[in-house]
């Protein structure tokens, strides 16, 4: 079955730099558009970064020149670098194809002020 295991999160300071990852299974990601979400607490999910299958990256406007999106088909993984964060980047962190399967943990992300 769809499985993804998102790991990288923590506790920055404004400012910060955090490196997100995620590991697929129960499919190969070389024939999916990839994606990474995240839900802020009280706000619905939303999308924050995808990945073709030809690696070409679209950014929700908010992240744009802070967040760098990869894969790594040869891994069956997905990385998520985030630059520069704010504190309204505070959220769990999900990664999913384009179009959501089952959702995963997620990972936590909390940038102080």
């Known amino acids: 079955q769809v499985q993804f295991v998102e790991s990288g999160g923590g506790l920055v300071q404004l400012g910060g730099s955090l490196r997100l990852s995620c590991t697929a299974s129960?499919?190969?990601?070389?024939?999916?558009?990839m994606a990474w979400y995240r839900q802020a607490p009280g706000n619905e999910r939303e999308l924050v970064a995808t990945i073709t299958t030809g690696s070409t990256p679209y950014y929700k406007s908010a992240v744009k020149r802070r967040f760098i999106i990869s894969r790594d088909n040869a891994e069956n993984t997905m990385s998520l670098e985030m630059n520069d964060l704010k504190p309204e980047d505070t959220a769990v962190y999900y990664c999913?194809?384009?179009?959501?399967?089952?959702w995963g943990q997620g990972t936590q992300v909390t940038v102080s002020s």
């Open positions: 129960g499919f190969t990601i070389i024939a999916h558009a």
């Open positions: 999913n194809k384009v179009t959501p399967t089952s």
